[in-house]
């Protein structure tokens, strides 16, 4: 086993960076080059693969239906409806193209890229989700990305087995929710973050057990508390109705006061992960010896990796799950030694976009159970063996094995994946450098009203205004209240918004792009600590893990 590390030069970004010992043994063990960039770039890299883009109506290019997708207009790939691309209606096999060993094995894999057509939409086993993205076997959603097993759900964002709610990110298990983040196994729950097993709330901050609880912070097994006082119930309730959450201008008022709370009042542990042993990192549940991970789940010995889960012996990773003993690897959903890869399941295969439950492939686009193939062609084991040698190879001459699919397959300009949101600070000039695509594209809009102009109470509106187009304040996007929303809103008594849908989602998820972790002093035992929480949040009160159990877990 290593016990050493490397020190080494970013070949992008030119700061230095260390792979630590665990790092180079699981390297090994997985079998794959050791990089020569460092973390941040490749995490840029991979998010190029995940597309955050505008829902938009299409057609196919199959079919000629309508079709709604997040995929971008002027594709460089065809686009089938999910049901089309899955049928029988095509063979990817017919794309199937001879490896030509004058040229690099990239641009061979990028023609190929370019032929085959993409599913509209990802996911499987879903009903009425037409408006949705990356969701899995869930029902009746409507402008979701990155869900499973959710029912009767809009605005959100990685979410898991939620119900009956609006505008989530990153929850598990809740019910007739609203506007929270981070949060687990929870009843009505709104505006709160990072809370677990509470009922009947409103803008709370780590609070577990609780029941009937506003504006307050790191409480636990409490009822009808308002700023972490005790309130009778009959107090309580008459100053719920005082706070009036019908008025846009008090739960704007009340959001402020919640910044403040978190700025000044209360506690931060110096992670927010759960159940987690010998990890580092933040976001983490049910997770052991996972390093330098973020938002991922129920894993073992995993390292580099960004929003995943069920991996064992993982390393370099974004948005993949059910993996074991994989890398270099973006938005795969499953395999085993499965390595530089994006959106497949497979065993044993490298160089895959798209494919389905294939094995011992090589640089294949969008096949579905096959076996021995290379560029989409078919061979016998021991032609395919010989060949995959002879790629690899010449690769490796050309300084091409080892790396992750170049910018330049890319499934969308960059400035509407996920990686513009990760990265803020990224240019136009960085990606166009690296081969990637940006595009600058005014999506303003001025045929509506600005949403600014509505009552300020949720009781002063009329169904007339699921009617009407709204232009957002800060986006200047046009957003509509749909009819479901109209009805939640209604029926919980709470302002509507006035932010179009999609900036409201990025500025929840905000707290689960930071990968960066800052130096701070434990408020308690005042040593050393790093925390993911970038100075200018302005938090004041940071405990090691150790003090915050003692003092409030």
Not at 237 to 251: C, F, H, P, R
Not at 282 to 310: A, H, I, P
Not at 441 to 455: F, H, K, M, W
Request: proline share 3%; charged share 25%.
């Amino acid at each position: 086993m290593n016990t050493k590390t490397e020190t080494k030069i970013c070949v992008d970004c030119k700061n230095e960076f260390e792979i630590s010992s665990g790092d180079l043994n699981l390297y090994e063990k997985v079998g794959l080059v050791i990089p020569e960039q460092c973390f941040f770039c490749r995490t840029k890299q991979y998010l190029a693969f995940f597309i955050f883009g505008k829902f938009r109506k299409g057609i196919s290019d199959l079919s000629g239906e309508s079709l709604i997708t997040v995929l971008p207009n002027n594709l460089r790939y065809p686009i089938y409806k999910s049901h089309e691309w899955w049928g029988d209606g095509w063979n990817p096999m017919n794309f199937g193209q001879e490896y030509d060993e004058n040229r690099p094995f990239f641009d061979q894999l990028k023609e190929l890229q370019e032929k085959i057509p993409r599913p509209h939409q990802v996911g499987k086993n879903n009903t009425g989700c037409d408006w949705c993205d990356d969701v899995w076997d869930s029902k009746n959603c409507y402008l979701c990305r990155s869900l499973s097993k959710c029912e009767n759900l809009s605005y959100s964002y990685r979410v898991v087995e939620c119900k009956d709610s609006f505008d989530l990110v990153y929850c598990f298990n809740l019910q007739n929710s609203y506007d929270s983040f981070s949060c687990h196994n929870s009843f009505n729950l709104n505006f709160s973050e990072n809370c677990k097993d509470c009922i009947d709330s409103y803008f709370l901050f780590d609070c577990r057990n609780c029941q009937n609880c506003i504006m307050s912070w790191n409480l636990r097994n409490k009822q009808y508390y308002i700023r972490n006082k005790q309130y009778t119930k009959e107090a309580y309730e008459a100053e719920l109705v005082k706070i009036g959450l019908d008025s846009y201008q008090n739960v704007e008022a009340l959001k402020n006061e919640f910044k403040k709370m978190l700025q000044g009042e209360a506690v931060h542990r110096e992670n927010f992960n759960l159940k987690t042993t010998d990890s580092v990192g933040n976001y983490l549940t049910n997770c052991d010896k996972c390093v330098n991970v973020f938002t991922w789940e129920t894993s073992q010995n995993c390292r580099n990796s960004l929003r995943g889960m069920d991996a064992k012996d993982c390393i370099d990773q974004f948005g993949s799950w059910h993996t074991e003993a994989s890398g270099n690897n973006s938005c795969v959903y499953g395999g085993y030694q499965l390595k530089h890869s994006s959106w497949s399941n497979a065993r044993y295969s490298e160089y895959l976009d798209l494919c389905d439950e294939v094995e011992y492939c090589f640089g294949c686009v969008g096949l579905r159970k096959k076996k021995y193939c290379i560029l989409n062609k078919q061979y016998e084991k021991d032609e395919y063996e010989n060949l995959r040698n002879k790629i690899i190879n010449n690769m490796e001459k050309r300084g091409e094995y080892g790396k992750f699919l170049p910018y330049s397959f890319g499934l969308c300009e960059y400035n509407f994946s996920a990686g513009a949101i990760y990265f803020k600070d990224i240019t136009e000039k960085e990606i166009v450098l690296k081969g990637g695509y940006w595009k600058n594209e005014d999506l303003s809009s001025q045929d509506g009203i600005l949403s600014a102009s509505l009552p300020d109470s949720i009781i002063e509106t009329d169904p007339s205004i699921k009617t009407q187009a709204l232009i957002c304040p800060e986006s200047h996007y046009r957003f509509n209240i749909s009819e479901a929303e109209y009805e939640f809103h209604k029926r919980k008594n709470f302002a509507l918004p006035r932010l179009h849908f999609d900036l409201r989602m990025t500025k929840q998820m905000r707290k689960i792009t930071v990968i960066k972790s800052y130096p701070y002093k434990c408020m308690y035992c005042e040593n050393d600590i790093m925390a993911y929480y970038p100075p200018e949040w302005g938090y004041q009160k940071i405990a090691c893990e150790e003090c915050y159990k003692q003092n409030i877990a």
